[in-house]
C-alpha cells in the first residue's frame, strides 16, 4: 500500500505561481515513477506531468510543459509540481499519482495505481 497526500493548493491570482508537494509514505515509491494529473470542475481528470524514479526524466502534457515544472526528492519520498503563470483555466484539483503495477500508457488515470485526494487550486482574475 501506498498513500500520497497532496499539499500547496490555494487560491491565487492570474499570473501567480504555486508550488504544489506530494508526500509517499507506506510503500514508498521511490523506485517507481510518479506523476501530476488535474481534474477541472466537469471536466475529465487530465494528465499533466510525470517523472521517473531517478529525477533524470520528465514528461509533460504540451500544453502545460512551458509553465509547469515536475520534480522529486526521492530521499524525502516527495514530488512537486511548479506552476507559473497560472490561469484561471487552471483552476482544478490536482492529484498526485504513483504507477506500480500498472504497464499501460501513463498519460491515462486508468494506468495508475495509487491516488491522493487532491488538493484544490484556485485561480482568480
Known amino acids: 500500500q501506498v498513500q500520497l497526500v497532496e499539499s500547496g493548493g490555494r487560491m491565487v491570482q492570474a499570473g501567480g505561481s504555486l508550488r504544489l508537494s506530494c508526500a509517499a509514505s507506506?510503500?514508498?515509491?521511490?523506485?517507481?515513477?510518479m506523476f501530476w494529473f488535474r481534474q477541472a470542475p466537469g471536466k475529465e481528470r487530465e494528465f499533466i506531468a510525470g517523472i521517473d524514479w531517478s529525477g533524470t526524466t520528465k514528461n509533460y502534457a504540451g500544453s502545460m510543459k512551458a509553465r509547469f515544472t515536475i520534480s522529486r526528492d526521492s530521499g524525502e519520498n516527495a514530488v512537486y509540481l511548479q506552476m507559473n503563470s497560472l490561469e484561471p483555466e487552471d483552476t482544478a484539483v490536482y492529484y498526485c499519482a504513483v504507477q506500480l503495477y500498472n504497464s499501460g500508457d501513463y498519460k491515462l488515470p486508468r494506468s495508475m495505481d495509487y491516488w491522493g485526494e487532491g488538493t484544490l487550486v484556485t485561480v482568480v482574475s
Open positions: 507506506g510503500r514508498t515509491p521511490t523506485r517507481y515513477p
